[in-house]
């Protein structure tokens, strides 16, 4: 079994690295492609050419990674079970002793250690990555990182007071860009508004805020007009519980971001009593993501079991591409669904898989055991 199991592992993870390998190529291009006009725009002003949008597409690849594994292991493990039926190598493996159980049993400990490396590419390697791509397009390019016209907003309770936090962008050194703070007393109503250029988060949570203008609202009974105090400082420091992985949370993409870091930002939408449906969609999306990779290669394992002929073996790789494409805009489907549905969070996380399961299982059933 050994010897069966070197085989088969051995010619699937090269199937998979060469998908893999080919769309990364093919993402890559597509990437740079739209990175020229950037490059056309600003090679004579912050230096932005070539060498630096090479650098920023390369730096996005292992979020493409991530994307595709699934993919790249169904239609690699595809590719190696038809061509071993069609060369009639797995009828020898299945005279040997490798029964339909057994089989599965491999390729799902097989899909054990690409779960791993779907899950450590999606938790460590993609977020670094994305965060550093960012931070190489906005110092060449003076862009900035965004999320809207009206930038993030953020929400924190502190006794009977309440502030809501608006951050506008995040610029080229890391620093917010034009933060406002509106403090709101015990009954809801609006009692100052902390305006600054710029803003930086301390390791210890302090906001140090640079140019402020503090504008303070009293207004001494029901009937009276407010009085409105402006103050003005160069340097204001806020204690805050918001740190820097949450607002980046809220400027990037959630699903770009690592699962503890949504998960502490979970919890403090959580905390002051905020909508969060996206986000736990997001977070359980990135939980049961990677556990496709079983799905995918339970679902390649009754090809093994098909009799081909000469040239038909294209066309079932093709039909592996195909379920392998529909399996990612199911997955995306469910979670714009989810979201507007207001479905459960893990239920619509895990549904693309859970169809996906059955259709495998059944597939399984029918064209192994059954036949």
Request: charged share 15%.
């Amino acid at each position: 079994m050994k010897t069966i199991r070197r085989l088969i592992y051995g010619e699937v993870l090269k199937s998979v690295a060469f998908v893999a390998l080919g769309f990364l190529c093919l993402f890559f291009f597509f990437d740079f492609i739209d990175e020229l006009q950037g490059v056309t725009k600003s090679k004579n002003v912050l230096g932005y050419g070539l060498p630096q949008a090479i650098l920023y597409v390369s730096l996005l690849v292992p979020s493409h990674l991530y994307e595709l594994l699934p993919i790249a292991v169904l239609i690699g493990t595809i590719f190696v079970m038809a061509r071993l039926a069609q060369s009639s190598e797995y009828t020898i493996l299945r005279t040997s002793g490798l029964g339909p159980w057994r089989a599965l049993r491999t390729l799902l400990v097989l899909g054990l250690g690409f779960v791993v490396l779907t899950f450590a590419v999606g938790d460590y390697v993609a977020p670094f990555s994305d965060r550093t791509a960012t931070l190489v397009k906005a110092r060449y390019q003076g862009l900035y990182t965004t999320s809207g016209l009206t930038g993030a907003w953020l929400r924190e309770k502190e006794g009977d007071k309440s502030y809501a936090v608006n951050v506008l962008s995040i610029g080229r050194d890391g620093s917010l860009t034009s933060p406002r703070i509106f403090e709101f007393d015990a009954k809801g109503f609006l009692s100052s508004q902390t305006s600054a250029e710029s803003a930086r988060i301390e390791p210890d949570g302090t906001w140090l805020l640079s140019q402020v203008e503090r504008q303070s609202y009293d207004a001494n009974g029901n009937d009276a007009k407010a009085q409105v105090r402006t103050t003005a400082e160069p340097i204001a420091r806020w204690p805050s519980t918001i740190t820097q992985e949450m607002v980046s949370v809220a400027l990037l993409k959630p699903d770009r971001m690592a699962t503890i870091d949504l998960f502490s930002y979970i919890r403090h939408l959580n905390a002051n009593g905020q909508k969060t449906q996206r986000y736990e969609i997001d977070f359980w999306r990135k939980v049961f993501y990677p556990l496709s990779c079983l799905v995918m290669v339970v679902l390649a394992l009754p090809f093994a079991y098909l009799h081909f002929r000469q040239s038909g073996i294209t066309t079932y790789v093709f039909g592996g591409v195909l379920i392998g494409i529909s399996f990612f805009l199911l997955n995306n489907v469910f979670g714009y669904i989810g979201n507007l549905r207001t479905w459960s969070p893990w239920f619509t996380a895990a549904a693309p898989g859970m169809i996906y399961s059955v259709m495998s299982l059944g597939a399984f059933g029918w064209l192994v055991i059954r036949r």
